[in-house]
């Protein structure tokens, strides 16, 4: 079983910045792809992020391209979004989740991956 803990939302004002972290255990960290995903209320599950094992490949949702970066730390377990110039509609709650891959794979679907995160909770105040 692999676990998945979010921490570093908050609430923020619009121009900001948020660093989220996702620490991961149970398994070998660097045999999985990791995503970021957001739920804002009434929505569905919209892709924001994603890395591969290595960190080599990445992938952007056109809506936050050039604003958010992925990186990750495989010697810490732990995958990291950093948000910049945040916006009112950033304002959700961020998952992340897992999806044991082949190397340099990278996924956007919800549904390729399995296993998430409890979810924190970004807001951005106008």
């Known amino acids: 079983q692999v676990q998945l803990v979010e921490s570093g939302g908050g609430l923020v004002q619009a121009g900001g910045s948020l660093r989220l972290a996702c620490a991961v255990a149970?398994?070998?960290?660097?045999?999985?792809?990791m995503g970021w995903f957001r739920q804002a209320p009434g929505k569905g599950r919209e892709f924001v992020a994603t890395i591969s094992q290595s960190g080599r490949r990445t992938y952007f949702a056109d809506s936050v391209k050039g604003r958010f970066t992925i990186s990750r730390d495989n010697a810490k377990n732990t995958v990291y979004l950093q948000m910049n110039s945040l916006k009112p509609e950033d304002t959700a709650v961020y998952y992340c989740?897992?999806?044991?891959?082949?190397?340099?794979?990278?996924?956007?679907?919800?549904?390729?991956?399995?296993?998430w995160g409890q979810g924190t909770q970004v807001t951005v105040s106008s």
């Open positions: 989740a897992a999806n044991r891959s082949p190397p340099d794979a990278i996924f956007t679907s919800h549904h390729s991956y399995d296993y």
């Open positions: 149970g398994r070998t960290f660097s045999d999985y792809a």
